[in-house]
């Protein structure tokens, strides 16, 4: 069967890319596509044919387009024969002729769509032939081509934690199927940790009994301290455990099982209390975080206990990799523990970090005697890498470059930009973990750090993005997050690195989410979400600019007490109150999240306003124009690009209301917060005049209200068009404060004109 590689090979290099069809939106993006003309029709009438080793394959196929295109092909099988196949017409042909690893042709003419390569590869190629079926469905027409691919690593990852919250075997087979969709091979499934245990262990029945069920959960953000009120668990049955396991083989998706060890154990603990170091009581844990509370390194019971429980898991999960976890062990228990200082001397441990080291080592030596490697976070370095274990690179690439360069296996998981609990738009309204990682952020990775030579390249196996659950307790939740992030994480681990390109990414996007429609995934439109800013001339008018990055669609605006409008330039802000805009297409759906800003309109908004010193270049915003954009910045935390920040200078300001205007009072907005060294103002000076030269001072000194976000008020109550507001540093930060000594910084918001 070799011959149909070598005329295919020669095909590539004979067609070109003349012609005028559309692009296929393929993701990943192949090794090679070269588009021909024509379409080949899929209709009722087209068979599936297929041979012994694509039967997972078509059983795939068949029944997802029922699901999604609502079209149903027969199968058929065939012998392999080829001057059978090249007879066939009007037929996918599913046809295993190569041991090559992940390798695919395929092959659509006007008469069939031939997919060969290796089992795994013909698995692929129905992936991206499911890829280049169009979204409208009233004819599934299929562009000739031909695609030769193959991935650019073999570890093609994605995680999910099932502790913090824990979902069902259905969305389970979902999740796979997700992985499925893209390309990707090794699902990581992160089944114990702090807030339940969730897998049947027979020989522990208290594992899921007592440590699958905590009685609460932080709903809040991390330190608020607000729960639910609700007992909440869950776990899988070893029967439901294999049904899985068999679902993900047929997909050709390796399973990961972790059991988290020595840290990150409090479900284990809460039900078997012997384990810690001082016996408990311990509970199922209700927030998140690192506790204190680990098991106990210095008692062999612990490690009989833990082996006991491989010795159930080790036959279940048929691939090489046991992730043992290994992170975010705290030592505060173990600095206290006769047991665990016992164990240190006589091992001649020289500290609690070489004890961890010890456990690491002594739990891989036995996963090791039963035929598998171990896998950890990095901190399995600790105290020296057990000698055959692979390393997963969570805080950076740091600890995945350190293992390379020891000739040590890596799957590089970065937290930025591989865990997808963080945020992927700034105007994220739901509660998220972490920082912010955007789809440009994921598909811009190279799990190949620069810093690595040549030779140690090859101990990068791939890499992986991490679903850390704390926050999606439902499955709409964790698709969002997912997606189209997963799109690009898919280009990251299977598109070569010269065929990567994030314009060309960004041109398929409008397809990949009509797909995610058709499909009906819940994602993300973040991608889509209008950039704005205040567009302030001087001229007394503010304006509300929105930019697009999808020209085709239509922005809508609704300001407030008004009905929503299609705009097509910047949007004059004429009243105070909430504006909203959306991006959306032509049948008024929308393609992006909503936005909102809120304007303050007064007096001053949008007039010339002159600073007698320059802000420092770390606050500077949009300059003094900032101090009279309608915008306040009402709670909390100020985002710096609507403060304008003074590092110890004193600062005088003055606007023009450009005509003599009714003046009942001017308020100055500012903010303190001691431990950033921003201070409240000395002195604040509030003078009036009618031309600009001689400015009266008022007699009556200033009202000061609010705790950190400040108002200074100024009853005026007197005609005047110059307004000048002199503000006094307090100079330096005074003692037992944090920055004694430093210059305090003054932070100024909107000024406002009553
Ligand atoms: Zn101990």
Request: aromatic content about 12%.
């Amino acid at each position: 069967m070799y011959r149909f590689f070598i005329l295919w090979i020669l095909c590539i290099s004979v067609f070109t890319n003349g012609f005028s069809q559309s692009k296929p939106a393929i993701i990943p993006t192949p090794i090679s596509l070269t588009q021909k003309d024509g379409y080949f029709n899929m209709n009722d009438e087209t068979i599936v044919y297929y041979d012994s080793a694509s039967i997972n394959t078509k059983n795939f196929l068949v029944p997802f387009l029922q699901e999604n295109y609502k079209i149903k092909l027969k199968s058929k099988w065939h012998n392999g024969n080829p001057t059978q196949i090249n007879s066939i017409s009007n037929a996918i042909i599913l046809h295993q002729n190569s041991s090559l690893k992940e390798t695919y042709f395929l092959h659509i003419d006007k008469s069939k769509v031939t997919i060969e390569g290796s089992e795994a590869g013909v698995f692929y190629g129905m992936q991206s032939l499911i890829q280049l079926l169009p979204t409208n469905l009233s004819s599934l027409k299929i562009p000739c081509l031909t695609i030769y691919d193959a991935p650019r690593f073999s570890y093609r990852g994605l995680h999910l934690d099932v502790s913090r919250h824990f979902f069902p075997i259905t969305f389970i087979k979902r999740y796979i199927d997700f992985l499925a969709l893209h390309k990707l091979n090794t699902f990581h499934w992160h089944l114990t940790d702090d807030q339940g245990w969730r897998i049947e262990i027979k020989k522990y029945p208290l594992l899921t009994k007592i440590g699958s069920v905590r009685n609460q959960t932080l709903i809040g953000p991390y330190g608020s301290n607000k729960y639910d009120g609700k007992k909440y668990g869950g776990f899988y049955t070893q029967t439901q455990i294999k049904e899985i396991i068999q679902y993900a083989s047929e997909r050709y998706i390796n399973i990961i099982p972790e059991i988290e060890m020595p840290g990150h154990s409090q479900a284990a603990l809460a039900s078997y209390p012997f384990l810690g170091c001082n016996k408990g009581p311990y509970k199922v844990l209700e927030t998140w975080g690192v506790a204190d509370d680990a098991l106990c390194a210095g008692n062999d019971s612990t490690y009989q206990f833990y082996q006991n429980v491989l010795d159930e898991i080790i036959p279940l999960f048929p691939y090489q990799y046991i992730h043992i976890g290994g992170d975010e062990c705290a030592k505060t228990r173990w600095k206290e523990c006769k047991d665990c200082q016992n164990k240190m001397k006589s091992n001649n441990l020289k500290d609690e970090h070489e004890l961890q080291g010890y456990f690491i080592k002594r739990m891989e030596k036995y996963i090791n005697q039963k035929g598998k490697k171990i896998i950890g976070w990095d901190e399995i370095m600790e105290g020296g890498l057990a000698p055959n274990a692979a390393v997963m690179s969570w805080r950076g690439e740091e600890g995945g470059i350190a293992a390379a360069k020891q000739q040590h296996e890596v799957v590089m998981t970065p937290g930025k930009p591989l865990y997808f609990d963080h945020t992927q738009s700034i105007n994220e309204d739901s509660v998220t973990q972490g920082g912010l990682n955007t789809l440009k952020d994921v598909y811009n990775y190279n799990p190949i750090p620069e810093s690595l030579m040549l030779h140690e390249t090859p101990y990068i196996l791939g890499a992986q993005a991490n679903m850390w659950t704390e926050y999606m307790d439902n499955e709409k939740k964790v698709e969002y997050m997912l997606f189209p992030r997963i799109a690009a994480l898919s280009e990251v681990l299977w598109t070569k690195l010269d065929n990567k390109n994030y314009n060309k990414f960004e041109e398929k996007i409008p397809t990949i989410f009509a797909k995610y429609d058709l499909w009906k995934i819940n994602y993300s439109k973040a991608y889509f979400d209008l950039e704005s800013h205040v567009i302030n001339n001087d001229s007394g008018k503010i304006f509300w600019h929105l930019i697009s990055k999808n020209k085709l669609s239509k922005i809508y605006c609704k300001a407030p007490n008004q009905s929503e409008k299609v705009i097509s330039q910047a949007v004059p802000i004429t009243q105070s109150g909430e504006y909203k805009a959306i991006l959306k297409d032509e049948k008024n759906k929308p393609l992006s999240s909503e936005i909102s800003q809120t304007f303050f309109i007064n007096k001053a908004t949008g007039k010339p306003i002159s600073l007698s010193v320059s802000p420092n270049k770390s606050y500077a915003a949009d300059g003094a124009k900032t101090l009279v954009d309608g915008i306040q910045n009402k709670m909390g935390m100020p985002k710096s690009a609507q403060f304008l920040g003074f590092w110890g200078d004193d600062v005088d300001l003055t606007i023009d209301l450009q005509e003599e205007m009714n003046i009942d009072s001017i308020l100055l907005h500012s903010f303190e917060q001691r431990a950033s060294w921003i201070y409240r103002p000395k002195e604040v000076t509030f003078m009036y005049s009618d031309d600009g030269i001689n400015f009266i001072q008022h007699a009556e000194k200033p009202q000061i209200s609010g705790i950190s976000n400040l108002i200074y008020r100024q009853k005026i109550a007197s005609k005047t068009r110059f307004i000048k507001i002199s503000i006094k540093n307090i100079g330096l930060i005074p003692e037992n404060n944090p920055g004694a000594g430093n210059n305090a910084w003054i932070f100024l918001d909107e000024i406002e004109v009553k």
